[in-house]
């Protein structure tokens, strides 16, 4: 996945390109930043069943940002780079966030988009409705909502967030989306293949 989020106001040069890994029942996720985007080399883990309010990671941030270690899942470390729980990384957590809010704009009427399009992100096209809210923040999650839908499969590829003076503070596009079976091993920080 590619992403930017604005952080105490600063929207970041570059995308965050990650290679992410989750499983749903029990929520474990295993991140890691890729060479071309920002943040290279950092690492995390995180396991529901084992550990639910900690993640382990390398590069987190901060004096000791090449250490890795255990750290609050709510913490300022795990919050450095994003607004949002590691809980919330991935397509599930996305879609359902804006399921919710879809709920709420019915509450405040807006029944459609304001508009649709169809755009290419990435190389991936998609239809891409924008949804705009009449009070927009803190009353709604964004201002403007623009989605993008994959052509192909039922599925959540792209979303851009602006907040009430049009700036956008969130960006996510998801590249590839795979299903796959996954170890134990795969939600290990002692897995050998990482070297934490």
Known sequence: MWRRKRIKGKWPKRADHMLVH???EPLRIYARWLPDGAHAGQK???DDSK???ELY???LGGLLGVVPMWTSVNGALARAQSNHSIRE???DAITQRF???GHRFAEAGITKPANIEVNTV???RVVAPTYETPSGQPEFYAKKEVLGLDLERPLLRTLESFDNDGNMFESVMFERIQIKSFDDLTFDPRNPDYRF
């Open 89 to 91: 990384l991935g397509i």
């Open 22 to 24: 989750i499983t749903r």
């Open 57 to 59: 990671g390398r590069h």
């Open 51 to 53: 550990r639910p309010d």
């Open 44 to 46: 995390v883990i995180y």
């Open 122 to 124: 990435h190389g991936l």
């Open 99 to 101: 399921i919710d809010e």
